[in-house]
Nanobody
């Protein structure tokens, strides 16, 4: 069993920056961030493998950067040029041995 603990949610002004962190209780394979806005389905934001291969949703390319520290089993999401439509609950996700794990989510609200 892997526990994921997210931190860094909050209220940000449009155009601003913010960083999310997620620490896993053990070593994992891929890690990523998903988000869910009110009335919408959960969607992938960004994902990163242990060797640093990344992929991003088109809506955040060029604005968000995902990174990880394998020694700390931690993944980060640097969010720049935030838009009101980025407002959502952000969930950390990790995969290990074919199992998927989720954090509880952290709210990010971007005010216009």
């Amino acid at each position: 069993q892997v526990q994921l603990v997210e931190s860094g949610g909050g209220l940000v002004q449009a155009g601003g920056s913010h960083r999310l962190s997620c620490a896993a209780s053990g070593s994992v394979f891929s890690m990523g961030w998903y988000r869910q806005a009110p009335g919408k389905q959960r969607e992938l934001v960004a994902r990163i493998t242990p060797d640093g291969v990344t992929n991003y949703a088109d809506s955040v390319k060029g604005r968000f950067t995902i990174s990880r520290d394998n020694a700390k089993n931690t993944v980060y999401l640097q969010m720049d040029s935030l838009k009101p439509e980025d407002t959502a609950v952000y969930y950390c996700n990790a995969q290990r041995l074919g199992e998927f794990y989720w954090g509880r989510g952290t709210q990010v609200t971007v005010s216009s």
